[in-house]
């Protein structure tokens, strides 16, 4: 296993299957280009609205060409998805931010108004307290040096300022974010900076970049952002989610990468942030991907690794108000888990399994100490990755992801609907 390097393939690409990693691999060339599906233009080989799959329906969606990564229900009724499109002319790769709305649980998706015309770099966290008040974030803009922060009001979308890191960066992203309340939001994310140049002793040979990463914390306070202190971590790490479950109660996950490949806990008490010891997991290495819950009912999910040769299995832990606690998972499960969300009694979570020459969807479900398994295959998309899911007051979900065809090859925006 090269440790370090495959933890940090996982946070500075979109990482949902070795094709689309592959892509983002070149976000921020220069002269990468841009283009869009045509307005109201259905994903190329989706499944129409209303076609089974596992108990779960694919949506008609109204674009084409990209990933969708990120989601969230905004209230009753509403629920967004967040994601890119993907540009490649053979010599540059580009991506645009771009944002679907349901209005209604059997509603149609619709494509919002562009929120960053001319960014160049991935949507990777959505967050909002109503459809009045939402967050989009994501990358480090290599061209502008800025990060894409806007927030929507309703009927419009304001660029917001977050101040970049000190020092050289190589790369800077935002991937997760919780805005329950109006007037306040939490990004986190990660940078690495450029700590050394070593001249390579061999005659023309490339200049070694030794670079650092480490985890960002942004808060809005109504009126601007502010970087918050992060808890003292040796070596590079940095951090995936975050939920606020109050004003004096937010957690924040994420993982190392080298020297030890470990899962990161953060806990903010409204003072300030501090590292939670993790529990005990099986395997040599591990990762926290999502976190969220309420009070008193906090979970996380991720994946472990079980040895060097091993793809990844499904990592859970669950927070009951005083302890943290590793859930075993059901045996024979393999991959890694990317999000999860709070449905009563439990627990809903999403990822893929890429063991096989094929990524295949993976989907569990965890209440009242029961384990389910979420069929969330789609007819006609051999393969298939989910990168979100976000649930309605009665456990009705929403998967967010992508998947590719035999007739479309590049990765295509999937969404899915049901209760599993």
């Known amino acids: 296993m090269q440790r370090g390097r495959r933890w940090a393939a996982a946070a500075l690409v979109v990482s949902v299957t070795t094709a689309v990693t592959a892509v983002a691999a070149g976000a921020g060339a220069a002269g990468a280009v841009t283009v869009r599906a045509a307005a109201g233009e259905p994903s190329a080989g989706a499944a129409e609205a209303g076609s089974p799959a596992g108990g779960f329906v694919p949506a008609k969606l109204p674009l084409q060409d990209a990933v969708l990564s990120t989601g969230v229900r905004l209230d009753a009724h509403t629920t967004w998805a967040a994601g890119f499109r993907i540009a490649d002319d053979g010599q ?68 917001t300022e977050i ?29 690495s ?77 409204g003072r300030g942030w501090s590292r939670v010891d993790t529990p005990a997991f099986p395997g040599l290495y591990g990762e926290y991907q999502s976190v969220a819950g309420t009070p008193g009912d906090v979970w996380v999910v991720g994946r472990a690794v079980l040895a060097d040769k091993d793809r990844g299995h499904p990592l859970v832990a669950h927070y009951d108000g005083r302890t943290w606690t590793t859930v075993p998972v059901p045996e024979g499960v393999a991959g890694k888990l990317w999000s999860v ?11 893929w399994d890429a063991s096989g020459e094929q990524d295949r969807p993976l989907g569990l479900r965890y209440t009242r100490g029961r384990w389910q398994t979420l069929d969330l295959s789609v007819p006609g998309y051999p393969t298939s990755s ?27 925006p999937l969404l899915l609907t049901g209760r599993g």
């Open 193 to 269: 900076v450029v700590t050394d140049r070593r001249p390579s002793p061999a005659p023309g040979g490339s200049t070694e970049v030794v670079t650092r990463t480490t985890g960002l914390i942004e808060h809005w306070d109504g009126a601007a952002w502010h970087r918050l202190e992060a808890p003292a971590i040796d070596g590079d790490w940095w951090l995936n989610s975050v939920t606020e479950i109050a004003p004096d109660d937010v957690w924040a996950v994420g993982n190392t990468s080298y020297p030890d490949d470990r899962p990161v806990l953060l806990h903010y008490d």
């Open 341 to 351: 969300t709070a449905v009563p009694g439990g627990m809903a979570a999403v990822g």
């Open 92 to 159: 540059h790769t580009g991506f645009a931010p771009v944002v679907v709305a349901r209005d209604s649980p059997g509603g149609q998706w619709k494509e919002l108004p562009s929120p960053a015309p001319d960014f160049d770099g991935r949507a990777t966290a959505l967050a909002g307290s109503s459809p009045r008040d939402a967050w989009l974030l994501g990358d480090l803009d290599p061209r502008s040096g800025r990060f894409l922060a806007r927030h929507w009001n309703g009927t419009a979308w304001t660029a």
């Open 163 to 191: 101040e970049r890191p000190p020092g050289e960066l190589t790369t800077g992203y935002l991937l997760g974010a919780s805005a329950p309340r109006r007037g306040s939001a939490w990004a986190v994310g990660g940078a």
């Open 386 to 412: 989910y990168q979100a899911v976000v649930s309605d007051p009665g456990g009705r979900l929403t998967v967010i992801g992508a998947g590719s065809t035999a007739k479309a090859p590049q990765y295509q």
